[in-house]
């Protein structure tokens, strides 16, 4: 499975943007997708993520301002991402969990809030 990450740029605190994810090879057996984030000297935290069965999960940081979505049709996952905060700047990743425990990463896509 290959990941390809789009979507980051710099935006003023309050705006807004939208990440994209597009998955290709045996994405038949993809589970959950999801968006990951780091920060420069912090660990890599779960943003959101979806299941097949459309169950989501949000961190609490970004609960009420976060959206993620699935394009099954177009294998993509998306990342809305409204309201944000100088502390959402980091380098943003998309992961899928395959059926059998594997994962999958993409490249990430650096989100730079300014405030």
């Known amino acids: 499975v290959q990941l390809q990450a789009s979507g980051g740029g710099l935006v003023q605190a309050g705006g807004s943007l939208r990440l994209s994810c597009a998955a290709s090879g045996s994405i038949f057996r993809i589970n959950v997708m999801g968006w990951y984030r780091q920060a420069p000297g912090k660990q890599r935290e779960l943003v959101a993520s979806s299941t097949n069965g459309g169950t989501t999960n949000y961190a609490d940081s970004v609960k009420g301002r976060f959206i993620i979505s699935r394009d099954n049709a177009k294998n993509t996952v998306y990342l809305q991402m409204n309201s944000l905060k100088s502390e959402d700047t980091a380098v943003y990743y998309c992961?899928?969990?395959?059926?059998?425990?594997?994962?999958?990463w993409g490249q990430g896509t650096l989100v730079t809030v300014s405030s």
């Open positions: 992961k899928a969990d395959m059926v059998g425990r594997t994962s999958y």
